[in-house]
């Protein structure tokens, strides 16, 4: 079965699935930046979610699981197949035992918000995440992390929907976390679908736990710039901040087309005036053979450019 068959067979059936042809991606992304989807949903539960995933894998479509966008630059040619916005977002109760609380969130859940929401009730480990914008599933991908934490603290294990559609377990040790990267991000899990994640927390004080997210959103506050961005767009090299690098090299401020290095911040890259993808892409090269020529450091990206229209 074609994949536009097999989706719009579903949206059918079902009305809860509304799918939209050619739809633009710069109004699911946190850059404002991106071409066209050939198809776009978005799935609300995870019955939906598996059916979607099915039918893209029957008719050997690619597919891309979008959380809030962040953290990402889709080219200006678009995607190619499907992309489903992903908001399964249920907590479960936390299993507490003792001082230890076991808790289980679906990937389409805000890590920001499950932050706020583990802190109101004196759960702790999550407080640094308070103002991490992406999804629970991109969190896993790139190993989140801010304010010297990190999801591989944390994480104990996540369910994923595998190529042959079966859901298996896969224990945090297995995913190769490390410094905004994975297995996912070294392509050894690529075919798997990240369905929900377990933490193993503490319990605490919930004044404590809400007054170290307001103390760190002080912090964030002073130092993220505003505007439409995808976050740190370099991992930060062993020898030196990314920012400072970029900043040495006469880049803060520096401008392609409608993006902009951040003047506050300078590994953010700002969308300014109805910046392309092409822009972005443009600066990000920039940079690396600026900081390459100067310190002979190669600069890592930690936006991920998905999709066709880049050199």
Same mark, same amino acid.
Request: with cysteine; aromatic share 6%; glycine share 12%.
């Given at each position: 079965?074609?994949?536009?068959?097999?989706?719009?067979? /579903?949206?059918?059936?079902?009305?809860?699935?509304? #799918? =939209?042809? $050619?739809?633009? +991606?710069?109004?699911?992304?946190?850059?404002?930046?991106?071409?066209?989807? @050939?198809?776009?949903?978005?799935?609300?539960?995870?019955?939906? /979610?598996?059916?979607?995933?099915?039918?893209? =894998?029957?008719?050997?479509?690619?597919? /891309? #699981?979008?959380?809030?966008?962040?953290?990402?630059?889709?080219? @200006?040619?678009?995607?190619?197949?499907?992309?489903?916005?992903?908001?399964?977002?249920?907590?479960?109760?936390?299993?507490?035992?003792?001082?230890?609380?076991? +808790?289980?969130?679906?990937? &389409?859940?805000?890590?920001?918000? +499950?932050?706020?929401?583990?802190?109101?009730?004196?759960?702790?480990?999550?407080?640094?995440?308070?103002?991490?914008?992406?999804?629970?599933?991109?969190?896993?991908?790139?190993?989140?992390?801010?304010?010297?934490?990190?999801? %591989?603290?944390?994480?104990?294990?996540? $369910?994923?929907? &595998?190529?042959?559609?079966?859901?298996?377990? /896969?224990?945090?040790?297995?995913?190769?976390?490390? !410094?905004?990267?994975?297995?996912?991000?070294?392509?050894?899990?690529?075919?798997?679908?990240?369905?929900?994640?377990?933490?193993? #927390? =503490?319990?605490?004080?919930?004044?404590?736990?809400?007054?170290?997210?307001?103390?760190?959103?002080?912090?964030?506050?002073?130092?993220?710039?505003?505007?439409?961005?995808?976050?740190?767009?370099?991992?930060?090299?062993?020898?030196?901040?990314?920012?400072?690098?970029?900043?040495?090299?006469?880049?803060?401020?520096?401008?392609?087309?409608?993006?902009?290095?951040?003047?506050?911040? %300078?590994? !953010?890259?700002?969308?300014?005036?109805?910046?392309?993808?092409?822009?972005?892409?443009? +600066?990000?090269?920039?940079?690396?053979?600026?900081?390459?020529? %100067? !310190?002979?450091?190669?600069?890592?990206?930690?936006?991920?450019?998905?999709?066709?229209?880049?050199?």
């Amino acid at each position: 079965m074609k994949l536009g068959e097999g989706l719009r067979r /579903l949206a059918h059936s079902q009305p809860q699935v509304a #799918l =939209r042809e $050619h739809e633009p +991606l710069a109004n699911h992304t946190t850059f404002g930046i991106g071409g066209p989807a @050939d198809y776009f949903t978005t799935a609300h539960d995870a019955s939906t /979610l598996r059916q979607l995933v099915q039918i893209a =894998r029957e008719a050997g479509a690619p597919l /891309l #699981l979008l959380g809030s966008g962040s953290n990402i630059l889709v080219g @200006d040619g678009g995607i190619r197949g499907l992309v489903v916005e992903n908001k399964v977002a249920a907590i479960a109760v936390p299993d507490v035992s003792g001082d230890s609380v076991r +808790l289980t969130a679906d990937a &389409g859940v805000s890590f920001a918000h +499950l932050a706020r929401w583990t802190a109101r009730r004196g759960l702790r480990g999550l407080e640094w995440a308070a103002g991490i914008p992406g999804t629970l599933g991109g969190a896993v991908v790139y190993n989140a992390g801010a304010y010297g934490g990190c999801l %591989a603290d944390v994480l104990t294990a996540i $369910h994923a929907l &595998g190529p042959d559609g079966r859901e298996r377990e /896969l224990p945090a040790a297995d995913l190769s976390l490390a !410094y905004r990267s994975s297995a996912f991000t070294r392509g050894l899990l690529r075919d798997r679908v990240i369905l929900d994640l377990t933490f193993a #927390l =503490r319990r605490g004080d919930p004044e404590r736990a809400q007054a170290r997210i307001r103390e760190l959103e002080t912090k964030r506050k002073a130092s993220t710039p505003r505007g439409r961005n995808a976050g740190s767009v370099f991992k930060n090299p062993r020898q030196h901040p990314a920012w400072w690098l970029m900043e040495q090299v006469g880049l803060r401020g520096h401008r392609i087309g409608g993006a902009q290095v951040s003047e506050r911040h %300078a590994n !953010y890259i700002l969308n300014v005036n109805a910046a392309r993808a092409a822009d972005v892409a443009a +600066l990000l090269a920039l940079a690396r053979r600026r900081v390459r020529d %100067a !310190y002979a450091i190669e600069l890592d990206a930690e936006v991920s450019l998905v999709g066709e229209g880049f050199e």
